[in-house]
């Protein structure tokens, strides 16, 4: 009984991960569960080298897949002269 839902959660996953209309919404989909994993890593002691090292791994898969969509901003740091302009991508938060 539980391993026939199981089987039926993967038949599902797959067929949804292949229709091609959809495919750049589940790319983004994983960029969005791969920042998280960057956020937690960056809370993690960062002079353990494997973390370092997934922390790496983990930067440069967002970097290769995220479909960068870059927002223009402003930064209020400093209200009186208007904010800072800053260009920034909608899904990674990578800075442009
Ligand atoms: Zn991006």
Redesign the pocket.
Known sequence: MTENSSTNQIKKTTSLNTLNGNDKIHRNKY?EEFVCIKRILETIDTNNFIVNRIYKDVKTY??VN????VIDDYVDLDPDNGGKPIKY??????SF
């Open positions: 960029i967002i970097e995220c479909d960068h969509s991508c909608e899904y990674c938060y990578k």
